[in-house]
């Protein structure tokens, strides 16, 4: 994924939202090469999604009471 189409795709979050999904997609795996990047920008759009399509969702749900 082109950094282009990342922001393009996440221009419709809000600022809090977009954090929120960062926050869970760096607490799986913190990136270092390509693939660890393409596997960031995919978590961070799955998890703006699956709020999107249903808004109970909880986008911590992953993360631990330090994060």
Not at 3 to 30: G, K
Not at 35 to 57: I, K, M, S
């Amino acid at each position: 994924m082109r950094l282009d189409t990342f922001l393009n795709a996440t221009d419709s979050a809000a600022t809090t939202q977009l954090r929120r999904a960062m926050t869970v997609a760096l607490a799986l795996e913190v990136p270092h090469d390509h693939n660890g990047y393409t596997r960031f920008y995919r978590r961070v759009l799955e998890q703006l999604e699956a709020e999107r399509q249903d808004p109970r969702h909880t986008l911590n749900t992953h993360l631990t009471p330090a994060a």
